[in-house]
T-cell receptor
Framework: EAQVTQNPRYLITVTGKKLTVTCSQN?????MSWYRQDPGLGLRQIYY???????DKGDVPEGYKVSRKEKRNFPLILESPSPNQTSLYFC??????????????FGPGTRLTVT | AQSVAQPEDQVNVAEGNPLTVKCTYSVSGNPYLFWYVQYPNRGLQFLLKYITGDNLVKGSYGFEAEFNKSQTSFHLKKPSALVSDSALYFC???????????FGKGTRLHILP
């Protein structure tokens, strides 16, 4: 089944404790992206990647890191989480970007709480 | 900077009536426009997109949207609403010049039986 998977689905952690949220897709998609969803703010793009070893900042990259060492994986890293990073996070992938601009497939979400 | 506005936080429609969810956008270049739907406790699902060509695009579940370049709008429509259409709807735009994607804040659609 074609899908985007995220782990963990739920995470409660403390301020400053490094964490990684994994994202994997099995559709051989080139474009991958991370978003955070907050009430009243919609979805905001954190980072995106056009292909392996190519990553770019979205609108809210501060406090986050990503890497794209393999085409299928795009982990989100919070080196020193803070309470303002409490949010619902979504990973997404699409066949391509640029002038091809395919629709995105979204993972089920990761609800992160930082205390 | 590109932006997307969904002016209504919530839209209420009686079952069987037509529905419209509004979206306006601002980009410097040509826009790629998308609508997504989010059901409770689920990720987002793609509904439809406008890249080029016919201004009226048809998508999943009987939804359609009309691209209006002069009004910079991309409103989502459906001729006859179903209770199962109740969900959170997001409009999104990608500027042709880069690969950033901007989402609107979402519109909650309530279909009343």
């Amino acid at each position: 089944e074609a899908q985007v998977t995220q782990n963990p689905r739920y995470l409660i952690t403390v301020t400053g404790k490094k964490l990684t949220v994994t994202c994997s897709q099995n559709m051989n998609h080139e474009y991958m992206s991370w978003y955070r969803q907050d009430p009243g703010l919609g979805l905001r793009q954190i980072y995106y990647s056009m292909n392996v070893e190519v990553t770019d900042k979205g609108d809210v990259p501060e406090g986050y890191k990503v890497s794209r060492k393999e085409k299928r994986n795009f982990p989100l890293i919070l080196e020193s989480p803070s309470p303002n990073q409490t949010s619902l996070y979504f990973c997404a992938s699409s066949l391509g970007g640029g002038r091809f601009s395919y629709e995105q497939y979204f993972g089920p979400g990761t609800r992160l709480t930082v205390t | 900077a590109q932006s997307v506005a969904q002016p209504e936080d919530q839209v209420n429609v009686a079952e069987g009536n037509p529905l419209t969810v509004k979206c306006t956008y601002s980009v410097s270049g040509n826009p790629y426009l998308f609508w997504y739907v989010q059901y409770p406790n689920r990720g987002l699902q793609f509904l439809l997109k406008y890249i080029t060509g016919d201004n009226l695009v048809k998508g999943s579940y009987g939804f359609e949207a009309e691209f209006n370049k002069s009004q910079t709008s991309f409103h989502l429509k459906k001729p006859s609403a179903l209770v199962s259409d109740s969900a959170l709807y997001f409009c999104a735009v990608r500027d042709i010049r880069d690969d950033k994607i901007i989402f609107g804040k979402g519109t909650r659609l309530h279909i009343l039986p």
